[in-house]
């Protein structure tokens, strides 16, 4: 996708999870080979031990800020939804803050996503999401659990951001309030005006037929 420039910060150990942390705060994780001070570079060692692997960053006090490139995530199931089809659902108490999952997908241009679209329009799917300008992820096919979280513009308790990882935007999930075990996903699409469909302006909505893109908010 698109490249930058190698930047880093000068946490202590395990602190990279606040606006404090100049990498945290410019949506990047961490890079392992320049953030020295955080625990990043422990990160590669922690993800060829099976032992350690799915502990949390604070247990092991590594660096908080590179979830996607650890592949750590929270535990989702998906049932049928309170709203609409099917849901992910929290398998595991959530807290405000925290890292939930990468929405994965098979990455095409804004040309190929608009004809897909069209076609996922008259069999009543969308799963697109944009990660830049160029690109798109479709999880149609290709994606884990995440893409299941569906809509709601009424105080939803998840949020999409676009990360740079390793010179690449990746789209993970984040929640912006506590939630509980059992609990359903939401997340705002990122809709508005003329570019979003008719079912979600409703005050709660969720995924439904539309080539419209979900976008991460700003």
Known sequence: MTKGRTMRCKCSMGNCRTNACTCFIALRECNPDVCTTCGAS?????????ELRDRSAMDLGICCNMN??????????????????WGAFARESI??????????????????????????????????????????????RKGNKSKFANHSSVNPKCKA??????????????????????????????????????WSQA????????????????
Do not use: C, M
Request: glycine letters at 10%; hydrophobic letters at 35%; charged letters at 30%.
């Open 42 to 50: 422990e990160v590669p060692v922690i993800i060829s031990n099976g």
């Open 68 to 85: 996607i490139q650890r592949g750590h995530h929270k535990k989702l199931g998906v049932s049928f939804s309170t709203t609409h089809g």
């Open 95 to 140: 807290k405000r803050g925290e890292f939930i999952y990468e929405y994965k997908g098979a990455i095409v241009s804004q040309e190929e996503a608009e004809r897909r679209g069209t076609i996922y329009d008259k069999l009543a799917i969308s799963f697109l999401f944009d990660a830049n300008q160029d690109a798109v992820l479709d999880a149609a």
């Open 161 to 198: 951001k676009v990360f740079r990882v390793g010179g690449e935007h990746r789209i993970s999930i984040w929640a912006q309030q506590d939630i509980k075990k059992g609990e359903e996903l939401f997340f705002d699409y990122g809709y508005s005006g003329e570019s979003a469909p008719d």
């Open 203 to 218: 005050p709660s909505a969720s995924r439904s037929s539309s080539s419209r893109h979900s976008k991460a908010a700003k």
